[in-house]
């Protein structure tokens, strides 16, 4: 069978699943993620090394191939016979290649079919500030984030630039102006698309990924400079999105960086996907917002107190995850089993 019909056919058994990943490793069957649940495909062949190889070829240029054997990991999106977009990620495990697809969603999804909590929708309000979205792997965070900016898209007359790896949504301009910008294609790093911000009107920026030294710097530095900064970090909880933020800061800029960050900060949303009963998945969340309270813990490093903060804020529209796992629990949404794997302090939610 060529690479191409065998493609074709686990891409096709992937869509009549429904499922959200696929993955691609050498000596395995090809797998995938339906609806949280892991599952083998064992009427496909065994994956062999060439084969995942053959794969990839047809998946990139000669250049990306280039810088894919240089790197040893590479991330695309790619189109699939105009039926499907997949974020495609070319990775080596064990000493050989492998490959992981996600399917991006044909639609951007409304705040209100994500379930986005009002709290975090409310900050789309404000001219300049930090909104922090947070959450493991396959937590539906760019989903999330997407969602974001097609609400400012739709409602605000905004000039918005993003900068991605890869570009995943596309977006199409309605009252805003949108830039995707694709970092190793339009730009060399996240780091210079931040620098380059600074000599452009730019009312809104959002990055897809936080990582880089220093990066965290800049962030700081564009926000104080009146532009509203929408960020993705992968963090499990809004407290360890906020330490994560500051552990990115460069060294001679921590101190700077603590006092800067509680009077920037909007809010964080950190979010976990959960099998639904009766089929899909749900999303449960946790909200942090700024108070004085918040600014002065953050300031002073006591990020415990922000957790009791969480917890007794709901006026403010704050929410600790076991909340909102315990809400989906009592509604008949989701089981006890999946909420007691994703929560905090399970003798709370019991």
């Keep these: 069978m060529s690479e191409t019909l065998l493609i074709n056919n686990i891409l096709n ?76 990620k070319f990775f080596y495990q064990k000493g050989y290649l492998a490959i992981s697809l996600r399917l991006i969603p044909a639609f951007i999804l409304s705040p209100k079919e ?81 620098k380059d911000m600074f000599n452009e009107d730019i009312d809104v920026a959002f ?45 001679e800029k921590r101190t700077w960086g603590r006092e800067v960050l509680p009077e920037v900060l909007l809010g964080v949303l950190s979010q976990r996907l959960l099998p639904k009963i009766g089929g899909g998945q749900i999303v449960a969340s946790e909200v942090l917002t700024s108070t004085n309270a918040v600014k002065a813990s953050i300031r002073d490093g006591n990020f415990q107190q922000l957790r009791s903060i969480m917890q007794t804020s709901r006026d403010e529209g704050m929410q600790v995850l076991d909340k909102s796992l315990l809400e989906l629990v009592k509604s008949g949404q989701v089981n006890m089993e999946e909420a007691k794997k994703e929560s905090t302090d399970f003798s709370s939610l019991r």
């Design 13 to 88: 058994t992937f869509l009549e699943s429904k499922a959200s990943d696929l993955y691609l490793l050498a000596g395995n069957n090809p797998v995938i993620r339906a609806e949280g649940k892991i599952i083998t495909l064992t009427d496909q062949d065994i994956l062999n090394p060439d084969t995942i190889q053959s794969i990839a070829e047809s998946f990139l240029s000669r250049e990306q191939l280039a810088e894919l054997s240089q790197k040893k990991e590479l991330s695309i999106s790619y189109v699939w016979a105009n039926r499907a977009r997949f974020r495609v």
């Design 114 to 194: 994500l379930k986005i909590p009002t709290a975090i929708l409310q900050l789309l309000n404000k001219d300049k500030g930090l909104i922090i979205i947070s959450g493991p792997f396959g937590s539906g965070r760019s989903t999330t984030a997407a969602s974001l900016i097609e609400t400012l898209n739709q409602n605000k007359g905004r000039h918005i630039q993003t900068l991605e790896r890869p570009i995943e949504y596309l977006f199409v301009n309605n009252q805003s102006i949108i830039e995707q910008r694709e970092v190793g294609r339009d730009v060399e790093s996240f780091s210079q698309g931040l």
């Design 207 to 251: 990055l897809d990924q936080f990582y880089e030294s220093g990066l965290a710097d800049l962030a700081l530095e564009l926000v104080e400079s009146g532009k509203l900064l929408i960020l993705v970090i992968v963090a499990n909880s809004a407290i360890s999105a906020i330490e994560r933020f500051l552990s990115l800061l460069s060294l």
